[in-house]
């Protein structure tokens, strides 16, 4: 199913692409386990770098 065109009235849009949008304005927080993973990649990272020095 197409997008709705630009300036449509929000009475006329797609339910799906309302909910969609509704969902997508949380401001795209991360989560805490992708930070927490980040966090234990760069110390596995730092470990192998290291280890080859």
Known sequence: ???DPPNTD????????????RRSGEGGAMSPWMIIG????????AY??????
């Open 38 to 45: 980040a966090i234990a990649l760069l110390g596995v990272g």
């Open 1 to 3: 199913m197409a997008a």
């Open 48 to 53: 192998v770098v290291f280890a080859l020095l």
């Open 10 to 21: 929000p009475a006329d849009r797609d339910p799906h692409e309302r909910d969609l949008m």
